[in-house]
T-cell receptor
C-alpha cells in the first residue's frame, strides 16, 4: 500500500518569498505523484504530476516539484509567492491509474502582504 | 470542454435518511472516482468506476455504494446516514485506461457539501 505524509499542516510566507511545501511518500512500486490545489468551496485542481522521466516537474502558476527517489520526497516550490497562492495544497500518490489516488492531509498556505 | 459537474452542490439530511449524489464526468472520460473530504480524516478514496464496473474500492462501510451508467455518469448513495457522514464529497473523472496511466489525469468537480443533522 502507498501513503503520503505532508510535513506542516500550515505554512505562512510573505508575498514574494519562496514557497516550499513538503511531501514524502511511501510506495513499494514506482509511484505516480501529484500536487493539487484547492480553493475554498471548490474542487481540486491539478498543479503538476510526476510519472517517469525528468525528475524536476514544472506545473501551472509557476510551481514546480522535484522527485527524489533516494529521499522518497516530492516537495513543491515556487520562487515568489503571490497573494492568489493562498489555498490548501494536497500531495497524492498513485501506483496504478490516476483514478485511485492516496492523498496527504493537506497543507494550508497563507501569504502575508 | 465542460468540466466535471456534481449535483446537488449542497444537501442537508437527517440521521437515518439516505442520499444520492450525482456526478457527470468530462466527455470521453470513462473513469469516475469518489472521495470523501472531512476536516478530521482529510481526503479519503471511496471507490472508482470504469465502464460501469467498480474497479477499486476504499475502506468504507457498505452503506456507501455507487454505480455508473453507460454514459459514464455516476451516482453515489449513502444509506442510513450518520452524523459522521457530513463531508464534502468530491467526484473526479479521468480517461481511466491503465495502459495510459502515465498520461492520465484526474479532473475534480466542485463537490457536494452534505450536512447530516
Amino acid at each position: 500500500a502507498q501513503s503520503v505524509t505532508q510535513l506542516g499542516s500550515h505554512v505562512s510566507v510573505s508575498e514574494g518569498a519562496l514557497v516550499l511545501l513538503r511531501c514524502n511518500y511511501s510506495s513499494s512500486v514506482p509511484p505516480y505523484l501529484f500536487w493539487y490545489v484547492q480553493y475554498p468551496n471548490q474542487g481540486l485542481q491539478l498543479l503538476l504530476k510526476y510519472t517517469t522521466g525528468a525528475t524536476l516537474v514544472k506545473g501551472i502558476n509557476g510551481f514546480e516539484a522535484e522527485f527524489k527517489k533516494s529521499e522518497t520526497s516530492f516537495h513543491l516550490t515556487k520562487p515568489s509567492a503571490h497573494m492568489s497562492d493562498a489555498a490548501e495544497y494536497f500531495c497524492a500518490v498513485s501506483v496504478t491509474n490516476a483514478g485511485k489516488s492516496t492523498f496527504g492531509d493537506g497543507t494550508t498556505l497563507t501569504v502575508k502582504p | 470542454k465542460a468540466g466535471v459537474t456534481q449535483t446537488p452542490r449542497y444537501l442537508i439530511k437527517t440521521r437515518g435518511q439516505q442520499v444520492t449524489l450525482s456526478c457527470s464526468p468530462i466527455s470521453g472520460h470513462r473513469s469516475v472516482s469518489w472521495y470523501q473530504q472531512t476536516p478530521g480524516q482529510g481526503l479519503q478514496f471511496l471507490f472508482e468506476y470504469f465502464s460501469e464496473t467498480q474497479r477499486n474500492k476504499g475502506n468504507f462501510p457498505g452503506r456507501f455504494s455507487g454505480r455508473q451508467f453507460s454514459n459514464s455518469r455516476s451516482e453515489m448513495n449513502v444509506s442510513t446516514l450518520e452524523l459522521g457522514d457530513s463531508a464534502l464529497y468530491l467526484c473526479a473523472s479521468s480517461l481511466g485506461h491503465l495502459a495510459g496511466a502515465l498520461t492520465d489525469t484526474q479532473y475534480f468537480g466542485p463537490g457536494t457539501r452534505l450536512t447530516v443533522l
